[in-house]
């Protein structure tokens, strides 16, 4: 068992231990979408949700998602966050609605951050679900994907 990193000699779960890498700037963009109806679409862009602006909301869904990461995967170390941003994107046609969702995520720390920027792009997706799903649950979250991360000892990464 001690081979996996994430193994105790015991053959049990344990939190990896950090304390001897080095510290460096590290990035992590995610991405992810959800498909709505056109009832949805304008009643997003016009304001007009009863529960009210889905946007700002669950755009806080996803900051706080990232922030609190380590206490929904239960191996990921708590980080201290420099910064993290959320971006909208929609794509239409005649018949589909598709809202993109990106998630840019930042420290200077010893682990990397591509987890707080997948978490906030599910919180994310998850939130304008709840919001609206009063409308149409036929909604559907799209794939989620790290786009890219920078840092640390595996170096960069770019989908």
């Known amino acids: 068992m001690s081979s996996f990193t994430h193994f105790n000699e015991?053959?049990?779960?344990?939190?990896?231990?950090?304390s001897d890498k080095g510290e460096t700037v590290r990035t992590a963009?995610?991405?992810?979408?959800?498909?709505?109806?056109?009832?949805?679409?304008d009643g997003i862009q016009q304001g007009t949700m009863k529960k009210g602006d889905v946007l700002a909301v669950a755009q806080v869904a996803g900051i706080m998602a990232a922030k609190n990461t380590s206490q929904w995967i239960p191996m990921c170390h708590p980080l201290s966050l420099s910064g993290v941003n959320i971006h909208f994107d929609w794509e239409t046609s005649e018949s589909e609605y598709t809202l993109h969702i990106e998630a840019s995520v930042k420290t200077k720390g010893s682990t990397g951050v591509?987890?707080?920027?997948?978490?906030?792009?599910s919180a994310t997706a998850l939130t304008i679900y709840d919001m609206c799903k009063a409308v149409d649950k036929g909604m559907i979250i799209g794939e989620n994907y790290l786009l890219e991360k920078t840092g640390g000892k595996n170096g960069d990464f770019k989908r």
């Open 29 to 41: 963009v995610a991405k992810g979408s959800i498909q709505v109806n056109k009832e949805i679409y």
């Open 10 to 18: 015991q053959g049990r779960a344990k939190m990896v231990d950090i």
């Open 114 to 121: 591509e987890m707080e920027a997948l978490t906030a792009v």
